[in-house]
């Protein structure tokens, strides 16, 4: 308004001045009021409007095409690291992350779901979720070409508010519970392999009392002879549930690394001179093979010893055909510190050596029980190694023996 007003000042002032004059002249007011008017109206209309004063002019909506929603969810997914297909209403498949062609391999986008997951629990529970449009899960094992245990999941990918005419789009995932499958059978093993091992124990002393209290009952000889087995039933339920409470305890503590300064040198000696009976006994000679100064290394005093105890124990007990125990303290410079204890016995058949740490695991049940083995010493060794960042190496040769080494 302002802006045709200023244009229009000059047409105005002299519109009005000629009025005025024509008033003053002795004219009609009223005709000269008329024609004034008249005359500016005329200018108004000639005078165009100033564009910020231009009539609206109605916006055209056109509808839009419905916005293809595949690129934003393929974008989502390939940020996770479980496999997840995209699949059409037809179960074709649109489109994989990166951890789906990982592990199932690259797919071609439009194929059917089919031709990659054959499983017919797959299919019908994909088949089902279309139909009914409801979330489903099923768990699926493989076998090929590796043992893989998934929750599998399906829902449909609901659309964005104002998207509602988008082509539905369904999104199958894969949830790897593989570990905690193994997880659970480990420790379904452990009781079953804890509790057999309590039970014979058990049942030899229920039996030797029920003789004990019935035929035996004024046996003299009887009782010392059943009394010694029992006895000895007894020491080997003890040292069971010892591994086990020392296992307990270890587990509980696996994530805390030790931060004392050990020297092995005086420990090894310790530990060899604790085993000195056991070793006349077999008619094994310990051989001390040491650096003459310190030996230094991070650890737990008391679990070095029940490694290093566990090591030359069972090299003495199962080696003892080869009359020698050789143990190796190695500091070299700019090398790991090593610990290895060598016997000459009949050595590990090579199958049996990765399972050697394994709980109750035994290369001959007999011989473990007749030597008196609760089957947990390596899992112990494992589990206290574990917890000092170091390993155990197993080396062993039918009829030439075994090389336990021990590297911090």
Avoid at 55 to 68: T, Y
Avoid at 135 to 147: D, G, V, Y
Avoid at 292 to 318: F, P
Avoid at 370 to 377: C, N, Q, R
Wanted: charged share 25%; net charge negative.
């Amino acid at each position: 308004m302002r802006e045709r007003l200023s244009r229009l000042w000059l047409v105005l002032a002299t519109v009005t001045l000629m009025a005025a004059l024509a008033a003053m002249a002795g004219l009609d007011v009223s005709l000269v009021a008329i024609g004034w008017l008249l005359v500016v109206l005329s200018a108004w209309s000639v005078v165009p409007a100033a564009p910020d004063e231009a009539e609206p002019v109605a916006a055209i909506i056109e509808p839009h095409a419905p916005r293809d929603p595949l690129p934003d969810v393929a974008a989502a997914f390939a940020a996770l690291d479980m496999p997840v297909f995209v699949l059409a209403a037809d179960a074709n498949v649109l489109c994989q992350n990166p951890a789906a062609e990982k592990s199932f391999g690259s797919i071609t986008p439009g194929m059917h779901l089919s031709a990659r997951l054959r499983s017919p629990g797959i299919l019908d529970m994909v088949r089902e979720t279309i139909v009914t449009d409801q979330p489903n899960q099923i768990e699926h094992s493989e076998r090929h070409p590796s043992e893989r245990v998934y929750i599998i999941r399906i829902a449909p990918i609901e659309p964005a508010k104002g998207e509602g005419d988008m082509p539905r789009l369904y999104a199958l995932s894969f949830r790897d519970i593989s570990e905690l499958r193994r997880i659970d059978r480990m420790r379904s093993d452990f009781v079953a392999n804890a509790s057999h091992e309590l039970r014979t124990p058990l049942a030899s002393l229920r039996g030797f009392i029920e003789t004990l209290q019935g035929p035996a009952k004024g046996d003299v000889a009887a009782h010392e002879r059943f009394l010694g087995i029992m006895f000895e039933q007894a020491t080997r339920m003890s040292r069971l549930v010892d591994d086990l409470l020392s296992l307990s305890r270890l587990e509980l503590k696996s994530h805390i690394a030790p931060s004392q300064r050990v020297d092995l040198v005086p420990l090894v000696g310790h530990v060899r001179d604790s085993l000195l009976p056991l070793a006349q006994e077999l008619g094994i000679e310990i051989r001390m093979h040491l650096p003459a100064g310190k030996v230094e290394v991070t650890g737990d005093r008391d679990e070095l010893v029940q490694v290093i105890e566990n090591l030359m124990e069972n090299a003495c007990k199962y080696g003892q055909e080869g009359g020698f125990v050789d143990v190796h303290l190695r500091n070299e410079p700019g090398q790991p510190v090593e610990l290895s204890v060598v016997d000459r016995g009949p050595g590990i058949p090579a199958e049996h050596v990765p399972r050697l740490t394994e709980r109750f695991y035994r290369v001959s049940v007999a011989d473990s029980r007749s030597k008196k083995g609760t089957g947990l010493g390596l899992a112990i060794v494992k589990h206290i190694l574990t917890r000092h960042r170091a390993r155990l190496i197993v080396k062993s040769e039918l009829g030439k023996g075994t090389d336990f080494t021990v590297r911090f």
